[in-house]
């Protein structure tokens, strides 16, 4: 740290403008600059294809429907859906002590390769081209009927995914869910008080700055946010103006696929392991609005600390008070951004 940031070593607060809370940074916790313990993972071998798996090429799911021989990219309906139709609309409000109504929705999987064993992470670039393709065409056909639509993937069991096979969801809604709904109020209101795009403007800060960046290319920037809650927490945005998912041209899905593939290597590299996270999509909803205040922008949140197994819990005063961390994002975002572009396990071959 330079002398003018010494402030930084101090216990502060940071504000998250995107959804307008602020987290406790605590950094003086950990005194020396901490280099990154390493910790090599059990190299668990994981077949190709497992015919115990739900979500393997013609298979039989739990709910007794049967895959298809998929060749690639594969979607199809969640046998167990947390939203759906609603055949009886209602609505309640009892002077907004017992408040309820009814939803619309629905529940898709993405399983992103026909290989049991092969992460995201571990798929070759061009792979990961028709898995874009796929979540475009997705938020395409759902936003024609829902206001909107989440993409995400939850990777590793860690995160509660009980499926080793690479997969991600989608949940589409007829409301906008809280977290958005926090973006969409605190970008409209920056663009309204600023007159520039909330998100659009941070980036390029981030590029000027040159402190967060963990990885960049000419269509996209990928960086532990200034106000990141998550030890290796990362936002990544395309450069150029975008609403949604379905907007990306050519380049900018090239872009991309190299620019996640650049990402996920780099958080299996940090401790050697198959890093987990959550992760999702964040665009203009489906609403009919003027939403030129919106920016197209990923979210991923790993909870690893310090190794492959030692997990950030948020507990006591994370779950009381608000978020806090120790590990600043600028020494996280240095500690990833130095991690190798070769993914550990081919260098174990």
């Known amino acids: 740290m330079t002398d003018q940031n010494t402030h930084r070593l101090q216990p502060h607060r940071r504000y998250n403008p995107l959804t307008g809370e602020w987290l406790l940074l605590s950094p003086h916790r950990t005194q020396r600059p901490w280099q990154g313990k390493t910790e090599d993972a059990p190299m668990v071998q994981i077949t190709e294809y497992d015919s115990k798996c739900y979500l393997c090429p013609g298979n039989v799911r739990m709910g007794g429907q049967q895959n298809a021989e998929y060749p690639g990219t594969y979607v199809f309906d969640n046998d167990f859906k947390a939203l759906t139709d609603c055949e009886q609309p209602y609505s309640e409000d009892e ?16 399983c992103f390769s026909r290989k049991h064993n092969v992460t995201l992470a571990e798929m070759d670039e061009a792979d990961l081209l028709p898995v874009i393709d796929v ?29 080793p096979h690479p997969h991600g969801q989608i949940w589409a809604s007829d409301y906008i869910p809280e977290e958005p709904y926090k973006e969409d109020l605190s970008q409209k209101a920056y663009l309204e008080q600023h007159g520039k795009n909330l998100l659009v403007e941070y980036l390029a800060r981030e590029k ?17 946010p200034y106000w990141a809650t998550w030890p290796f927490e990362v936002l990544l945005a395309p450069l150029r103006p975008t609403l949604r998912l379905q907007d990306l041209d050519d380049a900018q899905q090239k872009g991309l696929a190299a620019i996640m593939k650049e990402l996920l290597v780099k958080y299996d590299n940090l401790f050697s392991t198959s890093f987990p996270y959550s992760m999702g999509w964040h665009g203009a909803p489906a609403n009919g609005e003027n939403n030129d205040h919106w920016q197209l922008h990923a979210h991923y949140y790993p909870p690893l600390l310090r190794s492959a197994d030692i997990k950030k819990f948020m507990v006591g005063y994370e779950m009381l008070g608000c978020p806090q961390r120790d590990i600043l994002p600028e020494q996280a975002a240095e500690l990833l951004r130095n991690q190798s572009t070769t993914h550990f396990r081919m260098k174990r071959q």
């Open 208 to 224: 000027d700055k040159q402190e967060r960046i963990v990885a960049e290319n000419t269509e996209w920037l990928c960086v532990v």
């Open 95 to 110: 002077d907004g002590l017992f408040r309820s109504e009814s939803t619309d929705g629905t529940c898709r999987v993405i």
């Open 135 to 163: 979540w475009k065409e997705q938020m395409t056909e759902l936003s024609e009927k829902y206001r909107w639509v989440q993409i995400f993937e939850n990777k590793g069991e860690i995160m509660g995914c009980s499926n």
